[in-house]
T-cell receptor
Framework: DAGVTQSPTHLIKTRGQQVTLRCSPISGHKSVSWYQQVLGQGPQFIFQYYEKEERGRGNFPDRFSARQFPNYSSELNVNALLLGDSALYLC?????????????FGPGTRLTVL | GDSVTQMEGPVTLSEEAFLTINCTYTATGYPSLFWYVQYPGEGLQLLLKATKADDKGSNKGFEATYRKETTSFHLEKGSVQVSDSAVYFCALRNQAGTALIFGKGTTLSVSS
């Protein structure tokens, strides 16, 4: 079975632009979470979605938004890009939202903002 | 708020040496604890986990014990291999179950 897939692999944008990142969860998984990993740091939680509803949000500005589709895939949108948004964006899927549900991570999308 | 503190790296060892990476946490209640590993150019992989006090997680020769009294979850391996070279992250699951809270990561480099 395929794991979590993310697209694109790499992306280069300029300040002020908008970007959309995509994630397809493992088949049968209904929950998707997004994380931002700045170089040299641990991942920081951005959002969790379950059954198309937002279940959790980290400490990120409103420029960050996300949604989940009926097929459980998800998009992360970032508006008005800043240099500090340059990072590896990780998507993770799980079958549910409870603490016992393991999160499986995708390879990430590397975003560079110039 | 919830947080994880792990020892700064990089950690450089010779093959077959003993490994310890320290991890302590601050959290409400009794969170589940995890170690993830990130190999160069790859995403995060779950290495091991423990869901309650005194649980020992183990995988691929790595072990960690959930110590409530010291709020710690130190990672150990008796004999490291070159293939263990990677970045290791300690993490906890928040009380709501919605997020993983990660430490900053420890880079391990093993030479033959």
């Amino acid at each position: 079975d395929a794991g979590v897939t993310q697209s694109p692999t790499h992306l280069i944008k300029t300040r002020g632009q908008q970007v959309t990142l995509r994630c397809s969860p493992i088949s049968g998984h209904k929950s998707v979470s997004w994380y931002q990993q700045v170089l040299g740091q641990g991942p920081q939680f951005i959002f969790q979605y379950y059954e198309k509803e937002e279940r959790g949000r980290g400490n990120f500005p409103d420029r960050f938004s996300a949604r989940q589709f009926p097929n459980y895939s998800s998009e992360l949108n970032v508006n008005a890009l800043l240099l500090g948004d340059s990072a590896l964006y990780l998507c993770a899927s799980s079958s549910g939202t409870g603490a016992s549900n393991e999160q499986f991570f995708g390879p990430g999308t590397r975003l560079t903002v110039l | 708020g919830d947080s994880v503190t792990q020892m700064e790296g990089p950690v450089t060892l010779s093959e077959e040496a003993f490994l310890t990476i320290n991890c302590t946490y601050t959290a409400t209640g009794y969170p589940s604890l995890f170690w993830y590993v990130q190999y160069p150019g790859e995403g995060l992989q779950l290495l091991l986990k423990a869901t309650k006090a005194d649980d020992k997680g183990s995988n691929k020769g790595f072990e960690a014990t959930y110590r409530k009294e010291t709020t710690s979850f130190h990672l150990e391996k008796g004999s490291v291999q070159v293939s263990d070279s990677a970045v290791y992250f300690c993490a906890l699951r928040n009380q709501a179950g919605t997020a993983l809270i990660f430490g900053k990561g420890t880079t391990l480099s093993v030479s033959s």
